[in-house]
Structures are given as C-alpha cells and as structure tokens.
Nanobody, 127 residues
C-alpha cells in the first residue's frame, strides 16, 4: 500500500494542525495504521496508532492528552489531530501501515512493526 501524508505546516505554540494520510489500496481497511515523528538528530519515535476498524487507539506517553488519531476507511484516510502544540513537537511526521493488529494491551509501537511508510510531512512549532 502506498501512503501519502499531508497537512503539516508552521504554527505558533498552542496552535493546532490536522495531518492526513491517504492510502492507495482498496485493502486499506485491513491494515493497522500509525503515526511516527522524527526530529533532527533524533530517532523516529512512535506517536499514535489505530486498529484496522478504528475501534482501538494507542498513544505515546507524551501525546495522549493532546493528539487524536482517527480513520475513515471509506476514504482510505487516517488523521492525526494535533492540539496545544509545543516547540518540541517540531518534527517530520510519518504515517505507516502494519499487518499487526491491536489488542487490549495496545497497538504496534516499533518502527519495525510497520511495513509501509508515507513520505512524511513537516510540522514546525515556534515559541
């Protein structure tokens, strides 16, 4: 599946953005989806994930109160709503797809759990 992320931009601290990621295949709804981010000089880190049905979501520790992941399978799209943005949220944000499922204990959080990646969209937050 090919993924195309968009929606990034430059905002001031406290602002909001909604990232979108569109998948190319009709089987999009069979994949779990995640968002990761990578700041300059840092490793790619997990942000949020959602199950194939949208019934389960999972967040990194720093994001659960400010970010919301959702999906609309009819549109082959996954979203990441970013609220109360901070300068430390500045990074390239990537969407990714996995064949691994979510459980009551959570969703896949490792980079190597995901098979397909979008090209990334830049989010820059100024103070």
């Amino acid at each position: 599946v090919q993924l195309q992320a968009s929606g990034g931009g430059a905002v001031q601290a406290g602002g909001s953005l909604r990232l979108s990621c569109v998948g190319s295949r009709s089987t999009f709804s069979s994949y779990g989806l995640g968002w990761f981010r990578q700041a300059p000089g840092k490793e790619r880190e997990f942000v949020a994930a959602i199950s194939w049905s949208g019934g389960r979501t999972y967040y990194g520790d720093h994001e659960k109160d400010r970010f919301t992941i959702s999906r609309v399978n009819a549109k082959n799209t996954v979203y990441l709503q970013l609220n109360s943005l901070k300068p430390e949220d500045t990074a390239v944000y990537y969407c990714a797809a996995t064949t691994y499922g979510c459980s009551i204990n959570g969703c896949p959080v490792k980079v190597y759990d995901y098979d397909y990646w979008g090209q990334g969209t830049q989010v820059t937050v100024s103070s």
